[in-house]
């Protein structure tokens, strides 16, 4: 392991030692080729930088309990990118190239995964973008990927911490027929005029609500939202809302732990009669909802006394976390062993 001082990272680039590449031309995609340059050279009137044509996604590895590091379902990443490229038109890498990517890089970074102790972890940033070079707005039948990985901290330093969430109508992530069910950067560009808002009125997540009648939540920041009453998880069912996996991952321990599962519109008016909520997502897992502030109609609600984390959030964030860390049986067959 690198001698690096694993609590004091955040949720930024560091350099590791190495990133795969593969290149998409004339049908097919090359070799996946590794090398330790953190550039990449590329004409100035390359698609992805004016036309968006461009997708990622995020996973994680961990040191687990027993010394060993496991990557957590790479496969459901892989399939979602070939979503968001379809969706683009760009050239989808397979599941196995993908896969073998993400195994590869954890593999040859291995000593940049973070201690068990330090609760931190590798992220993997698998990246497709369109290579071709031209001017017409068209399909790149030239693309790139690539994947690299940054160690990243804790989420949470000093246990779970309930977030504060404002409900903003000014601006819509995404459209029922868009980009909002796949993870394209313009869906990002086009959160972060809210998003900054937010911040600087002190939350640090806006709800997103759908783009026809802004009546039912679609997405909690860069995260998918959960409500917990009655013995039951509710998450939005939405065309334009992304596909969690840790959203995926939470539905069915949620079931194995008994409670109900509902995936349906869930209309803002049903905020205030949650006993519990969360945003979700491989960065933090669950980020427990204290205090949701809705900047149109004034409304405030506060779950539990809004600084403590409600007991279902708990013990989903637990059971999640110990199939990462290899202190429970995966008995879903989540995770790959890398070393
Ligand atoms: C990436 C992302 C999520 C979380 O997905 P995970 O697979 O759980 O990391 C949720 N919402 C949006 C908009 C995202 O981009």
């Known amino acids: 392991m690198k001698n690096i001082d ?9 350099k590791t030692d190495i990133n795969a590449r593969a290149y998409y031309k004339d049908g097919a995609w090359s070799k996946l080729e590794y090398t330790d340059d953190e550039y990449i050279n590329m004409h100035m009137s390359t698609t992805c930088l004016h036309y968006g044509l461009e997708c990622f996604e995020g996973l994680k590895a961990f040191r ?53 102790e330090s609760g931190a972890s590798l992220y993997l940033r698998p990246v497709l973008i369109g290579t071709k070079v031209g001017l017409g707005v068209k399909a790149s039948h030239e693309a ?15 246990g779970m911490k309930p977030i504060k969430v404002i409900v903003d109508r000014m601006q819509d992530r ?13 869906n990002y560009g086009s959160s972060i005029l809210s998003g900054e808002k937010a911040h600087t009125l002190g939350y640090s997540n806006v709800m997103y609500l759908d783009a026809v009648e802004h009546n039912y939540i679609e997405e909690c920041g860069a995260a998918n939202f959960f409500g917990i009453k009655d013995g039951k998880y509710i998450t939005p069912k939405s065309a334009s809302i992304l596909p969690s996996i840790t959203n995926k991952s939470l539905r069915t321990l949620a079931e194995d732990m008994g409670l109900q599962v509902e995936e349906r519109p869930v209309p803002v008016s049903e905020l205030k009669t949650f006993e519990e909520a969360g945003a979700c997502g491989t960065a933090a897992v669950i980020s427990p909802i204290g205090y949701i502030f809705d900047l149109d109609t004034d409304e405030k609600i506060t779950y539990g006394n809004g600084n403590e984390v409600g007991p279902n959030c708990l013990k989903l964030y637990n059971a999640l976390q110990d199939i990462q860390y290899g202190r429970a049986e995966d008995k879903f067959g989540w995770t790959m062993i890398v070393e």
């Open 174 to 186: 995404a459209a029922p027929r868009g980009t909002g069910d796949t993870k394209v950067g313009g």
């Open 6 to 14: 694993w609590s004091a990272l955040g949720f930024d680039y560091f």
């Open 144 to 158: 790139m990927f690539i994947v690299f990985c940054s160690p990243v901290g804790a989420y949470f330093k000093g």
């Open 64 to 116: 687990g309990v027993d010394g060993k590091v496991r990557l957590f379902r790479a496969d459901e990443n892989a399939k979602r990118m070939q979503s968001s490229a379809r969706k683009l038109c760009l050239p989808e890498p397979s599941v196995e190239m993908f896969v073998e990517a993400c195994y590869e890089v954890v593999k040859r970074n291995i000593d940049y995964v973070p201690s068990y």
